[in-house]
């Protein structure tokens, strides 16, 4: 499983002109996920997200989490970060899980964040999406479930 983590001000997703999903500041999550993943990656991710230590303290260090800080989280699932582009100017998604596989681990993430607190809202799985964000710092984080050290 593969996620871009940003911090952010406010974020939201819509879908055909819907708006389906918010989060007030917090993290934005682009979720991908592997045709090798399987739950364990899912927890993996979600236990390293909501404890990063990317949010401010009263000294300026970035060194409180999502779940210090009670923040939301928006997240949405996005297989093309499971392309491969290192040949050709064409990216492969061979890697990429297929859709029923990958929307009961996208959702096992999403229940797994929201079992520790955290306010989650998500895409809507399988459609196209236009996900709005002010990105905060900004930070981003890349996070691989297969790259664990």
Do not use: W
Not at 95 to 113: C, N, S
């Amino acid at each position: 499983m593969r996620a871009v983590v940003q911090r952010t001000l406010q974020s939201s997703v819509t879908s055909a002109g819907e708006l389906v999903g918010t989060a007030a500041h917090g993290l934005t999550v682009l979720l991908g996920v592997a045709r090798e993943d399987g739950p364990a990656d899912a927890v993996y991710l979600a236990e390293k997200i909501v404890n990063l230590r990317i949010f401010e303290d009263n000294k300026g260090k970035m060194n409180r989490s999502l779940l210090d800080f009670g923040g939301e989280m928006l997240v949405v699932s996005q297989f093309t970060l499971c392309g491969d582009a290192r040949r050709g100017r064409r990216p492969s998604f061979t890697e990429a899980a297929a859709p029923e596989l990958a929307e009961l681990l996208y959702t096992d993430f999403v229940r797994h964040v929201e079992r520790q607190g955290i306010t989650v809202g998500t895409g809507r799985f399988r459609t196209e999406m236009v996900v709005s964000l002010e990105n905060d710092g900004p930070v981003t984080i890349l996070l691989d479930s297969r790259k664990t050290f």
